[in-house]
């Protein structure tokens, strides 16, 4: 099963366009199952997911948790994958101060 982990620090006040930018999985290779978690070290930040044309989430406030989402607690959310969709997860940190964010993604085959 294909996996994506990524941990980074969103500067204050800007935005990550996307934690998974550049994975070898950001872009479905055929249908499959997504399981997402998604963390962030301090209060302040915002997430949004996309997979393809799906919104899985509209702009929410991050888990806060200064670790990784733990598999499969964690993994909140959730949705099929076509082939060529890809997966958006944008950050942004609506503080005066750099944030970590983390998030995992697991892709099941279909």
Do not use: H, W
């Not at 949004?48 to 899985?56: E, M, R």
């Not at 702009?59 to 993994?75: C, G, L």
């Amino acid at each position: 099963m294909p996996a994506i982990q990524a941990e980074v620090t969103v500067a204050a006040n800007s935005t990550n366009n996307n934690l998974f930018s550049g994975s070898a999985f950001e872009y479905s290779r055929g249908r499959q199952l997504l399981s997402l978690g998604v963390t962030a070290a301090a209060t302040g930040t915002l997430v949004t997911i996309q997979s393809g044309a799906d919104v899985i989430l509209e702009e929410s406030a991050t888990y806060i948790k200064t670790q990784f989402p733990i598999v499969p607690d964690e993994m909140f959310y959730n949705d099929i994958m076509e082939m060529f969709d890809r997966l958006r997860v944008q950050i942004r940190n609506s503080t005066g101060a750099g944030i970590v964010s983390r998030a995992i993604a697991l892709l099941t085959p279909l």
